[in-house]
């Protein structure tokens, strides 16, 4: 069965840190893109960060440049999410998608909350 399921969200105060992870299951990330999307209350999905599979070239939304960091670990076929300097703005459920040809998968989301 194809999975993907985010860990590591929680609640944590302004200008903390969280890391999120996505596990895969039933297939390997090796030869797929990867990203992160969030969506908050009331508002439509957006791309946070990705990673080309071919050369490992990333892509940051404007809001999250120099914060956040996406990564990939194909040997414990795995995503990960660095978040550094958290805003309440980004207070949103973070969903990891995997693409690759006619295959695209997303996670379940995992809520993260930024507030004193």
């Known amino acids: 069965q194809v999975k993907l399921v985010e860990s590591g969200g929680g609640l944590v105060q302004p200008g903390g840190s969280l890391r999120l992870s996505c596990a895969a299951s039933?297939?390997?990330?090796?030869?797929?893109?990867i990203g992160w999307f969030r969506q908050a209350p009331g508002k439509e999905r957006d791309g946070v960060a990705c990673m080309n599979s071919r050369d490992s070239s990333t892509y940051y939304a404007d809001s999250v440049k120099g914060r956040f960091t996406i990564s990939r670990d194909n040997a414990k076929n795995t995503v990960s999410l660095q978040m550094n300097s958290l805003k309440p703005e980004d207070t949103a459920v973070y969903y990891c998608n995997a693409w690759w040809v006619r295959n695209d998968f997303w996670g379940q989301g995992t809520q993260v909350t930024v507030s004193s």
């Open positions: 039933g297939f390997t990330l090796d030869y797929y893109n």
